[in-house]
């Protein structure tokens, strides 16, 4: 504001090189926008803000690709699984946010439907702070309750990637030195975690290929409450850690879920069958 006053708004009406410069980069903004089908940016002193055209704002990044969940390219983050989850969540609801990256569940998810609670965990400390930011932006951070843990089939520490944005990814322990820059999260299991809680109705997990880890320290969570279970599962992922897709389908069959292929098919919708 400061700037506008002390510099554009003695130039208005003037016609002169300033203005006429000025209205060009504007006119030039539109454009971009625009062309990469974006719905609008705000630049303040914040940080940069992209308008998803559905009631949110996502921080941006400049250079970092869906840095703001693909609304920066008008392509917003899974809406199709959004809305299930918030369609088929009971009435005073607790969500899990298992992998919870910047936000584009827990966020939405709580603008829709603020009877839930929310508990998200994403370890990455950039993504976590992002998550924060993008909670606050959008009226909701008292609603989350984020933490900055991994999950695992066990209380341990575990190294974690830090420069592949949504794909970041817990470095294996048969990987040995990884050549790929890390940072040191503490892991726990969602069954200590949740061990307090009177109910669990559905769990998002987006963990790059560790869901087994993550299922199996969940089990008891499984058998209590047997929530919904939204879950990417993806092949090229699993075989990071030495086992296959099916094995994570077989193991949710176990406990006796079915599912079904929701969006783009690398998510699958989880739900318990009747017993007997």
């Not at 002193?45 to 559905?54: A, E, P």
């Not at 322990?173 to 892991?187: K, Y």
């Amino acid at each position: 504001m400061a700037f506008y006053q002390e510099r554009v708004a003695p130039r208005i009406g003037r016609g002169d090189r300033a203005t006429l410069e000025l209205s060009d980069w504007a006119a030039r903004g539109e454009q971009l926008v625009r062309k990469h089908g974006t719905h609008a940016i705000s630049f303040e002193r914040d940080g940069i803000w992209v308008d998803d055209g559905d009631g949110s704002q996502w921080l941006y990044t400049p250079g970092v690709p869906g840095s703001a969940l693909w609304t920066e390219f008008g392509s917003p983050h899974e809406q199709e699984e959004v809305r299930l989850l918030a369609e088929r969540l009971p009435e005073g609801g607790v969500f899990v946010d298992a992998g919870a990256n910047a936000g584009s569940h827990c966020v939405k998810l709580a603008q829709r439907r603020p009877d839930l609670r929310v508990i998200a965990f994403e370890p990455a400390a950039a993504a976590f702070e992002t998550l924060l930011r993008n909670a606050e932006r959008n009226g909701v951070a008292e609603r989350i309750d984020a933490s900055r843990l991994a999950l695992w089939d066990r209380d341990t520490a575990l190294s974690l990637t830090t420069r592949l944005q949504g794909e970041n990814f817990v470095v294996p322990s048969s990987a040995g030195s990884s050549s790929e820059a890390t940072e040191s999260v503490e892991a726990k299991t969602l069954d200590g975690l949740l061990s307090g809680r009177d109910r669990v109705d559905a769990i998002k997990c987006d963990v790059e290929g560790a869901e087994l880890a993550v299922l199996n320290g969940a089990a008891i969570t499984l058998e209590r409450f047997h929530p919904i279970l939204l879950i990417e599962i993806e092949e090229r992922h699993t075989r990071r850690y030495g086992h296959s897709a099916e094995e994570v389908f077989d193991l949710l069959a176990a406990h006796g879920y079915r599912h079904e292929p929701v969006g783009e098919g690398r998510n699958f919708l989880f739900s318990a069958q009747p017993a007997g």
